[in-house]
């Protein structure tokens, strides 16, 4: 499976709603973001490269100045600056640290005046338009750190400790300047100690789960919440369901925004119907179409509801409200029927949080080797301590003992094995899926629209899209 896009682009659907960040600006004003020409001054970061060496192999001059924005919402930004005290001690120079949620405006000037920072974790609804930074030449191809040898074994190269849907993920064309750092697992949410106590299991079909509703209505808990005011949560779920179904092939076609991908899949509609007979049969906790994310994350943990579609970063973000013993889980992709292309076990799990290094900062260099570190064992492992999320390393987490969520999602891993589901209509088109679509899930789960309408106004908005110049395209191959 591979990528031919010209930019995948990186907000996990405006991630930064679920971290922290409640409203979501207009994607006119994402798309504005970097203006400056840039790739002007190639050169740039020159001064600052040092000699390279088996223990310095990107050549980082020791005591050359480096700064760090890092997103700072649910992730928080310690594990950021805890790389940066062992950059600091080996290169001998404190890094200059800011962590943030507006990215976008703060570094929006920036670019344009050509003095950005050096590494930046790119996330937020507040976020820079990386495919205008790509397209201008702004970013650093981040090659070079992934032929470097990795910290932890000088024999492997950074590359060959990844998730290979990582390199796949950063790719410009023929440049790879997008680093997601983290590996988010999505799917259905649920506490372990719910399902025990009140001898429920977690459903393997759709059947299942109609009938398992039924009995958890009878108890008085709603079935399911989800965030109304952000209803692409749902299309965590939805998108991967259909993949699942239907096959890869058929989702791919839905991504590269081909006519008739959405009305002729026979999968897309059973998908859709299945959430209409949710909506239908009053398996949404009352009053989820008004709630945030914090919100219905409180709800679920508090025990008004037993599911919720949401990412891994959910452990983390909702731990406040979280009790010691609820056993937060994950499960796999629900089965349709014998007719499904792919098997059960099958999961969404991708890479996220994007980190780009500029290159026209003072340091680039200095900006990948921050990431190298950050892509050792020791780090990687502080990662999933601090927030409870997998990073792009495969086999960090092997032999730590992890929270009750993140063992989870890296058990769904293990489990799905080959079969873990990229999407990428979320990355490619925020603005079809969060807010065109987005509109239509509203809908469909107050049952204010049926499901056949669903679809065809789907496919209407797709081919919108597709026949729009001022669009850019991407194409993925199968």
Known sequence: MGSTSSFNRRDLVKRAAALGIIAVPAMGTLSACATGGGGGNEDKGAKNKGATSAKNPLGVKKGAPLEAFIFKGGLGDQYAKDAEADFGKTYGVTVKHTGTQQIG????????????????DNSGADHLDMNKLSAQGQLQDLTELLDAPSLDDPKKKVRDTLYPSTLEKGKHKDAFDVFYYAFTVYGTWYSQKLLKDKGWEYPASFDDMIKLCGEIKKAGVAPWTYPGKYPYYVHFNLFAQIAKIGGLDKWIAIDNLEPK??????????????????AAKGYFLQGSQGLTHIQSQTAWT???AVFIPNGSWVENEASPTTPKDFGMAVGPLFNGGSGDRMPHGTLR???????????????????????????SKKHAQNFATKVRSLTAVKGATEGMRLSPGLSSAAEAV?????????????????????????????????GDMK????????????????????????????
């Open 105 to 120: 405006p703060k570094l929006q000037p920036r670019f344009a005046g050509g003095n950005p920072p050096d590494l930046i």
């Open 414 to 446: 293990t489990a799905g094995g080959r079969n873990l589901l990229m999407i990428q209509l979320q990355e490619w088109y925020p603005k079809l899926t969060d807010e065109k679509l987005g509109g239509l899930t509203s809908q469909l789960l107050t």
């Open 451 to 478: 499901a056949a309408e669903w679809i065809k106004k789907a496919q209407q908005y797709a081919d919108e899209f597709a026949k729009d110049d001022s669009v850019t395209k991407f194409h993925r191959e199968s």
């Open 302 to 304: 508090r025990g008004k």
């Open 349 to 375: 799990a991708e890479p996220s949080e994007p980190f780009i290094v500029a290159k026209d900062g003072k340091n680039p260099v200095g900006g990948m080797e921050l990431l190298r570190i950050l892509l």
């Open 261 to 278: 991908a959405w009305t002729s899949n026979d999968a897309v509609k059973q998908v859709v119907e299945h959430y209409a007979e949710l």
